[in-house]
């Protein structure tokens, strides 16, 4: 499918990129702070706000090693640090209540089945799968079949894999699929993240394309906007100074607000890739005075063959184009001409 029907959002070819400010854990498991969050995200003029839904305890071993990235920002093990920044899942209808009074789009990351059944509860119009999520096809199949657009996100993933995904979701007869390109590193550097890879899943799937972003900045974002992004996420926080494994990396309010309104100016710089010569503004001020055009380098007399030592090329740009020398050069003057005239066709 070149589009995909996001509650009243088209994402997909020839619309604006569909912007998800991504809040993932950084609510600190502070409601309030949730809540401001997305007061952020709608003065940011994202199109939604996503949260994560998960469980360490089905989700990480007691026994799982710290992952590096998280070194600095934790001195906990994995588990016992993802158990301190759960979602609480009784928020959830509650966020999503506000987030509809605030008008942005609600969703949330499920990572198991219980989160999934939630979710579709509170009517979110759309799920996301993580990137480390993408090869756990059951619960792929699970999602896709509530009948709701999936977004994929494909960090370290195979074509082969990202296929299976998809394949798992149209045999449960979900097409409504977006794939975004990602590099699972926290943050990113702009090396990993790849963005020609986001033409070669549009021409292999068929699907719109954008990017899950985790570097630093948003040069990055509007890269992707250039290379035509359908969706782009991005992580937002109030202070990166916050405790929390996902602050550090993550864009801070005033960035997230010039992020979407620079995709805005990205996009409408893009146009529709014809050269059709000058703009309606160009063309009534510089197109005329900026250009340049052949003016008499020497005064001429009235019928006075024109030799080539006898003209200059200057601006302004309303005279004979330079291009057209050769066939001034030799005709009569049919005027009197000044030094510094711009000569037209009216004039030899």
């Known amino acids: 499918m070149k589009t995909v029907r996001i509650a009243d959002r088209t994402v997909g070819e020839g619309v604006p990129c569909f912007v998800v400010a991504e ?30 839904t998960y ?40 966020l999503a209540d506000y987030a509809r009074e605030k008008s942005i789009i609600f969703f949330s990351s499920p990572f198991d089945t219980r989160a999934v059944d939630e979710l579709d509860e509170i009517g979110v119009p759309l799920f996301k799968i993580a990137s480390f999520e993408l090869v756990d096809l059951p619960l792929i199949e699970y999602t896709a079949s509530k009948g ?28 409504q699929i977006v794939l975004l390109q990602c590099a699972s590193l ?27 972003d ?17 969706m782009l996420e991005k992580h937002f926080t109030l202070d990166r100074d916050m405790k929390g494994p996902d602050h550090p990396f993550a864009l801070e309010p005033g960035e997230l607000r010039a992020m979407v309104a620079g995709l ?49 090329v200057k601006r302004p740009g309303f005279g004979i184009k330079p291009a057209q020398l050769g066939i001034v050069i030799g005709r009569p003057a049919r005027v009197d001409i000044d030094a510094d005239d711009v000569i037209t066709w009216d004039m030899v």
């Open 186 to 212: 926290y943050p990113s550097p702009a090396e990993l993240i790849n963005l020609r890879s986001m033409d070669t899943m549009r021409a292999a799937f068929g699907c719109p394309v954008g990017l899950s």
């Open 264 to 312: 805005g100016e990205v996009e409408s710089a893009l146009d529709d890739a014809r050269k059709l010569g000058p703009s309606t503004d160009e063309s009534d001020s510089l197109y005329r005075l900026a250009r340049r055009s052949i003016v008499a380098a020497c005064p001429i007399p009235r019928g006075t063959p024109i030799t080539r030592d006898m003209l200059t």
């Open 23 to 52: 809040a993932g854990a950084n609510h600190n498991r502070d409601f309030e702070l949730a809540k401001r969050l997305i007061d952020v995200a709608v003065e940011a003029q994202a199109d939604a706000v996503k949260f994560q």
């Open 55 to 94: 469980s360490a305890d089905t989700l990480y071993s007691r026994k799982t090693p710290r992952f590096r990235y998280l070194k600095d920002v934790a001195d906990t093990d994995t588990h016992a640090l993802l158990k301190s920044i759960e979602l609480p899942r009784d928020w959830q209808r509650r």
């Open 214 to 230: 985790h570097t630093l900045g948003i040069h990055v974002a509007m890269g992707a906007a250039a290379r035509g992004a359908a």
């Open 148 to 175: 709701r657009p999936v977004v994929l996100s494909t960090g370290m993933a195979t074509l082969g894999e990202i296929e299976e995904a998809l394949l798992t979701c149209h045999n449960v007869g979900n097409e």
